[in-house]
């Protein structure tokens, strides 16, 4: 069986629309809430995403 690591699933929303990103973070070198500028779809332009619970 394979170990457990720092290694997390992440959800991260769109602050302007309901698009959602799934990506991993590493509790260990950043143990705060990500928050993130990435490309929206559904608006066509870069916005701010930050972690869900």
Do not use: I
Request: avoid cysteine; aromatic fraction near 8%; glycine fraction near 2%.
């Amino acid at each position: 069986m394979a170990k457990r690591g720092p290694r997390v699933h992440v959800k991260m929303r769109s602050t302007e629309s309901p698009h959602r990103y799934y990506t991993e973070k590493n509790k260990r070198n950043s143990p705060d809430r990500l928050e993130l500028r990435k490309y929206d779809p559904v608006l066509r332009r870069h916005v701010l995403y930050k972690e869900e619970k």
